[in-house]
C-alpha cells in the first residue's frame, strides 16, 4: 500500500550473471555460481505504481509493462556502469 492507504502493483526480479529470474531461490543459486566464477554483480529492480481506485489492476499491469520497456536500456546501462565501478 502507498502512504495514502491506496494498493500498489509491484514487480521485481533479479539480473544475475546475465539471467533474470523473479524467484528469490534462483537468484541465491545464480549469485553463488557467479561468485564461485569470480562475479559478484546482482542488480533487484523493482517497479511499482498504484492500482486505480476500483481496484482494477490491468490498468497498472500495462503501465509497469509499458514503463519497463521504455526504461529498459537505462536500467541495463545503469547496472553496466555499476559493474563497471565494482
Known amino acids: 500500500q502507498s502512504s495514502y492507504g491506496r494498493e500498489k502493483l509491484v514487480?521485481?526480479?533479479?539480473?544475475?550473471?546475465g539471467r533474470a529470474t523473479g524467484n528469490d531461490y534462483?537468484?541465491?543459486l545464480l549469485n553463488a555460481w557467479a561468485?564461485?566464477?569470480g562475479d559478484s554483480a546482482v542488480?533487484?529492480?523493482?517497479?511499482?505504481?498504484?492500482?486505480?481506485?476500483?481496484g482494477?489492476?490491468?490498468?497498472?499491469e500495462s503501465t509497469l509493462a509499458?514503463?519497463?520497456?521504455?526504461?529498459?536500456?537505462?536500467i541495463e546501462a545503469a547496472?553496466?556502469?555499476?559493474?563497471r565501478r565494482d
Not at 542488480?43 to 476500483?54: F, P, R, S, W, Y
Not at 509499458?66 to 537505462?74: I, K, V
Open 56 to 60: 482494477a489492476p490491468a490498468a497498472a
Open 66 to 74: 509499458r514503463f519497463a520497456a521504455d526504461a529498459q536500456p537505462t
Open 11 to 17: 514487480w521485481h526480479w533479479y539480473l544475475v550473471d
Open 35 to 37: 561468485l564461485l566464477k
Open 43 to 54: 542488480a533487484a529492480i523493482v517497479l511499482a505504481t498504484e492500482i486505480d481506485a476500483g
Open 26 to 28: 534462483a537468484a541465491k
Open 79 to 83: 547496472i553496466e556502469r555499476a559493474r
